[in-house]
């Protein structure tokens, strides 16, 4: 076990709080929080860890506070979850070279894994998510894994590495990249090539307009998600000013809601906020959404502690369905709407009603053809 000391530098909390005092109400007076000494996380049921490194993404001078930020606005928001334990261990040292902040990345991310606990990674440029998949990779964990961006970062003649990350991270060796999802890819900003080599992966991707327009369809998707890294390009620029990338995506409302799938998903374990440059925000306002994607992060988290298992039953409305000369069995969850379908192994998967109307209509649910193909 590493001494996550060496690795880490606590928070100014001062700084952070320019009126010098939170409100009994406020979060920063429910959570630990490294100030002067490294928290006990053994009970925390979230860990969140700063990451200032952007190199990666060409900025040399950029992101030194962005983590910061981000805390400055997260503290301030009001206290609902009494059941949720809430550790902030601080910043994670940027290394000499890109190499050495990617390795510190993973050992944090791998210790805090290891332990068992769900991570939140807080700045830093969107390639830091290969270092976050490394930390699987050092616990030989398969993971299904979740990219939520604008743009999908697999451009090998590019040299920025937070335009390229995903080709090691999809093909190196050896790959523990069980399944790969996309959501809110902006077509014209996607050479229609790339999709077809997705698509020949059997890699699932969801274009930003077919998302917006049924979002529960996502929930399923991130449910089965472990690594899950969200770049805030894929928000549009009137409702987070620092995503330069397009004026177009998801709305500030719509990233809460994908943010608070993850938190209901039992299957995340690592969540990591990408791209935030503070000098490109307008009045904090970006920051201030972020801060509210992981309110609903921790909001999503506390719901799910009231799932049942799937062997309990009694929880469970369960439906008998037969398509094409296929039987399968739906489950609904009583306590949280959600859906699950069972596969012709008995395995079940995580879907939507939808799924299960397709089913009942004697069509193929396209997410259970997707996943038969998979296997």
Known sequence: MYDLHDFLTAISIHELNEDNGYTDGQLAKHMAIYVNELPDITDADIVLVG?????????FDGGHHAADCIRKQLYKLHYWHTDMVIADIGNIKTGATLQDSYAAVKTVLAELLRLHKNVVILGGSHDITLPQYFAYKELQQVVEATCIDATINLKGENPLRSENFLLEMLTGEPNLVKHYNHIGFQSYFVHPRMLE??????????RVGAARENLDEMEPVIRNTHLLSFDISAIKNSDSPASIESPNGFTGEEACVLARFAGLSSKVTSFGIYGYLPQQDVKELTAKQISQMLWYY??????????ASLEDRDYFNEYHTRFTEVESVFLQSKKTGRWWMQLPNKKFIPCSYNDYAHASQNEIPERWLRAQERD
């Not at 990451?51 to 900025?59: L, Q, V, Y």
């Not at 921790?298 to 799932?307: A, F, P, R």
């Open 298 to 307: 921790i909001d999503g988290k506390s719901k799910s502690k009231q799932e």
């Open 197 to 206: 080599t997705m698509d020949k992966l059997r890699f699932d991707c969801y």
């Open 51 to 59: 990451i200032n490194e952007t190199r990666g993404s060409g900025i």
